[in-house]
């Protein structure tokens, strides 16, 4: 038997390096469309900035897309 839960699981993906962003939906390297399909499978989809402290503690899932890091 499956059990059902409304609890959401939180995915942050990684931002200040250059990667792509969750709000960019275009055929353009965005994670826009990859951030949505998590939406209606009911995950809570944010994005974190690499210099903030610390990943919160319920943080299911910590993505760190294709970072650019400038020489």
Same mark, same amino acid.
């Given at each position: 038997?499956?059990?059902a839960?409304?609890? &959401?699981?939180?995915?942050?993906?990684?931002?200040?390096?250059?990667?792509?962003?969750?709000?960019?939906?275009?055929?353009?390297?965005?994670?826009?469309?990859f951030?949505?399909?998590?939406?209606? &499978?009911?995950?809570?989809?944010?994005?974190?900035?690499?210099?903030?402290?610390?990943?919160?503690?319920d943080?299911?899932?910590?993505?760190?897309?294709?970072?650019?890091? &400038?020489?």
């Open positions: 038997h499956k059990v839960t409304t609890a &959401q699981k939180k995915v942050l993906f990684l931002t200040g390096h250059g990667e792509p962003s969750i709000d960019q939906k275009e055929n353009t390297g965005g994670m826009g469309l951030a949505d399909t998590l939406r209606n &499978q009911n995950y809570e989809v944010a994005s974190t900035f690499a210099g903030d402290a610390d990943i919160p503690d943080t299911a899932v910590l993505v760190v897309p294709s970072p650019k890091f &400038q020489a």
